[in-house]
Protein backbone atom coordinates (compact mmCIF):
# COMPACT_ATOMS: atom_id res chain seq x y z
CA UNK A 1 0.00 0.00 0.00
CA UNK A 2 0.88 2.99 -0.35
CA UNK A 3 2.36 5.43 2.72
CA UNK A 4 4.12 8.86 2.17
CA UNK A 5 5.70 10.30 5.33
CA UNK A 6 6.19 14.23 5.91
CA UNK A 7 9.07 15.69 8.23
CA UNK A 8 10.88 18.58 8.67
CA UNK A 9 8.11 20.72 9.55
CA UNK A 10 8.96 23.21 13.07
CA UNK A 11 8.93 26.62 14.45
CA UNK A 12 10.58 29.51 12.54
CA UNK A 13 10.45 33.38 12.61
CA UNK A 14 9.01 35.30 9.46
CA UNK A 15 11.31 35.33 6.90
CA UNK A 16 12.96 32.27 7.88
CA UNK A 17 13.32 28.64 5.81
CA UNK A 18 12.24 25.31 6.13
CA UNK A 19 12.96 22.28 3.98
CA UNK A 20 9.91 20.01 3.70
CA UNK A 21 10.31 16.41 2.84
CA UNK A 22 8.33 13.33 2.32
CA UNK A 23 9.32 9.47 1.75
CA UNK A 24 7.30 7.52 -0.67
CA UNK A 25 7.01 3.98 -0.89
CA UNK A 26 4.62 1.23 -2.34
CA UNK A 27 4.48 2.42 -5.73
CA UNK A 28 7.00 3.15 -8.89
CA UNK A 29 7.75 6.72 -7.19
CA UNK A 30 8.63 8.15 -10.98
CA UNK A 31 5.11 7.12 -12.26
CA UNK A 32 3.23 9.71 -10.46
CA UNK A 33 2.88 12.94 -9.71
CA UNK A 34 3.28 14.31 -5.97
CA UNK A 35 1.65 17.16 -3.98
CA UNK A 36 1.78 19.32 -1.97
CA UNK A 37 -1.09 20.82 0.07
CA UNK A 38 -1.78 22.74 3.52
CA UNK A 39 -4.57 23.56 6.43
CA UNK A 40 -4.32 25.87 8.58
CA UNK A 41 -6.21 25.96 11.45
CA UNK A 42 -9.89 26.83 11.08
CA UNK A 43 -9.66 26.14 7.49
CA UNK A 44 -10.04 24.38 4.60
CA UNK A 45 -7.35 22.21 2.76
CA UNK A 46 -5.24 23.97 0.15
CA UNK A 47 -3.17 23.31 -2.55
CA UNK A 48 0.50 24.52 -2.34
CA UNK A 49 2.14 22.76 -5.38
CA UNK A 50 2.44 19.97 -7.25
CA UNK A 51 5.31 18.13 -9.47
CA UNK A 52 4.76 15.72 -12.69
CA UNK A 53 6.29 12.23 -12.29
CA UNK A 54 9.32 13.43 -14.15
CA UNK A 55 9.87 16.43 -12.40
CA UNK A 56 9.71 18.42 -15.84
CA UNK A 57 6.59 20.36 -14.84
CA UNK A 58 5.53 22.13 -11.42
CA UNK A 59 2.61 24.18 -10.84
CA UNK A 60 2.15 27.19 -7.64
CA UNK A 61 -0.49 27.83 -5.28
CA UNK A 62 0.05 32.09 -6.79
CA UNK A 63 0.77 33.21 -2.83
CA UNK A 64 3.78 30.82 -2.74
CA UNK A 65 5.27 31.56 -6.01
CA UNK A 66 9.13 32.67 -5.92
CA UNK A 67 8.69 32.02 -2.26
CA UNK A 68 8.52 27.58 -2.65
CA UNK A 69 9.76 25.51 -4.73
CA UNK A 70 8.69 21.71 -4.89
CA UNK A 71 11.59 18.95 -6.10
CA UNK A 72 11.49 15.22 -6.36
CA UNK A 73 14.32 13.02 -5.89
CA UNK A 74 13.29 9.86 -7.88
CA UNK A 75 16.44 7.37 -6.92
CA UNK A 76 15.31 8.03 -3.01
CA UNK A 77 11.81 8.17 -3.59
CA UNK A 78 11.32 11.47 -2.43
CA UNK A 79 9.87 14.86 -2.53
CA UNK A 80 10.60 18.34 -1.22
CA UNK A 81 9.22 21.64 -0.64
CA UNK A 82 11.68 24.20 0.50
CA UNK A 83 10.01 27.43 1.81
CA UNK A 84 11.84 30.45 1.66
CA UNK A 85 10.90 34.28 3.15
CA UNK A 86 7.69 32.36 5.18
CA UNK A 87 4.79 34.04 6.64
CA UNK A 88 3.16 33.75 9.57
CA UNK A 89 -0.20 33.46 6.85
CA UNK A 90 2.26 30.33 6.01
CA UNK A 91 1.16 28.51 9.58
CA UNK A 92 -0.50 25.16 8.94
CA UNK A 93 -0.35 21.56 8.37
CA UNK A 94 1.46 20.24 5.60
CA UNK A 95 0.69 17.47 3.62
CA UNK A 96 2.11 15.32 0.96
CA UNK A 97 0.28 13.93 -1.41
CA UNK A 98 0.83 11.46 -4.43
CA UNK A 99 -1.08 11.48 -8.00
CA UNK A 100 -3.12 8.78 -9.51
CA UNK A 101 -1.36 9.29 -12.86
CA UNK A 102 2.09 11.03 -13.91
CA UNK A 103 0.79 14.29 -14.59
CA UNK A 104 -1.32 16.74 -11.65
CA UNK A 105 -4.50 18.04 -12.18
CA UNK A 106 -5.49 21.89 -12.17
CA UNK A 107 -8.59 21.94 -10.07
CA UNK A 108 -9.65 21.79 -6.81
CA UNK A 109 -12.61 19.39 -7.35
CA UNK A 110 -10.31 16.45 -8.04
CA UNK A 111 -7.65 17.40 -5.57
CA UNK A 112 -5.66 18.41 -8.43
CA UNK A 113 -5.02 14.44 -9.14
CA UNK A 114 -3.71 13.71 -6.10
CA UNK A 115 -5.04 10.20 -4.84
CA UNK A 116 -2.95 9.39 -1.77
CA UNK A 117 -2.45 11.73 1.70
CA UNK A 118 0.30 11.50 3.99
CA UNK A 119 -0.49 12.32 7.69
CA UNK A 120 0.84 15.67 8.03
CA UNK A 121 3.78 17.88 9.47
CA UNK A 122 3.33 21.16 11.67
CA UNK A 123 4.79 24.18 10.14
CA UNK A 124 4.08 27.26 12.66
CA UNK A 125 5.66 30.82 11.15
CA UNK A 126 6.07 33.51 14.03
CA UNK A 127 5.81 36.94 13.75
Known amino acids: QVQLVESGGGLVQAGGSLRLSCAASGRTFSSYAMGWFRQAPGKEREFVAA????????YYKNSVKGRFTISRDNAKNTVYLQMNSLKPEDTAVYYC????????????????????WGKGTLVTVSS
Open 51 to 58: ISGSGAST
Open 97 to 116: AQGGRAYYGYTESDDYGMSY
